[in-house]
């Protein structure tokens, strides 16, 4: 299996909104709709953002939203603020694996 | 609410084996559709998957990590276990064990940073 590809970092300044795009395969991203989005503060453990492609669990902002199409996921975070800075990983369940992103680095300029 | 804790010894030796077990409290392993995970992330890295058990036993692996590989799951103690054996410099990471389902995984425990060195 190989790691989903995102792009190693992306900027904003606060109160713009930003995407980062998660690409795989047919054998992952594309053929499920099982993909999650985590956020990880330096020192802190990942927590769920996005599940399901595009659902929020209970208490993540609605700032957050994610979308699907073909083998590209992407997670928009819209009114960027200083607390959004962090990395964010992408996630696609498969019937044998599940396999990550490698990961991008929020900057809010 | 869940909570997952790891625990192990936090430096191994090359070659050697490295033990860790995850003490879920707050629910039972056994309850729900879930599967329990083990991920590693070396410093300054992202996460890497390590493998999957589920309730029943059946388990997945990281397809590059499976020959060294071995996750087990105690239901009368709450707990699942991560075996890692011929370690190298390279098994160096922080190890974290979640708790997963198809949609995502949606918690996690605090992370223990294990080191491989003489």
């Known amino acids: 299996q190989s790691a989903l590809t995102q792009p190693a970092s992306v900027s904003g300044s606060p109160g713009q909104s930003i995407t980062i795009s998660c690409t795989g395969t047919s054998s992952d991203v594309g053929g499920y709709n099982y993909v999650s989005w985590y956020q990880q503060h330096p020192g802190k453990a990942p927590k769920l953002m996005i599940y399901e492609v595009s659902n929020r669990p209970s208490g993540v902002s609605n700032r957050f939203s994610g979308s699907k199409s073909g083998n590209t996921a992407s997670l928009t975070i819209s009114g960027l603020q200083a607390e959004d800075e962090a990395d964010y990983y992408c996630?696609?369940?498969?019937?044998?694996?599940?396999?990550f992103g490698g990961g991008t680095k929020l900057t809010v300029l | 609410q869940v909570q997952l804790q790891e625990s192990g010894p936090g430096l191994v030796k090359p070659s050697q084996t490295l033990s860790l077990t995850c003490t879920v409290s707050g629910g039972s392993i056994s309850s729900g559709s879930y599967y329990w995970s083990w991920i590693r992330q070396p410093a300054g890295k992202g996460l890497e998957w390590i493998g999957r058990?589920?309730?029943?036993?059946?388990?997945n692996y990281n397809p590059s990590l499976k020959s060294r590989v071995t996750i087990s799951v105690d239901t009368s103690k709450n707990q699942f276990s991560l075996k890692l054996s011929s370690v190298t410099a390279a098994d160096t990471a922080v190890y974290y064990c979640a708790r997963g389902r198809r949609a995502g995984t949606d918690y996690w425990g605090q992370g223990t940073l294990v080191t491989v060195s003489s």
């Open positions: 996630s696609s369940y498969t019937s044998r694996a599940r396999v």
């Open positions: 058990i589920y309730t029943s036993g059946s388990t």
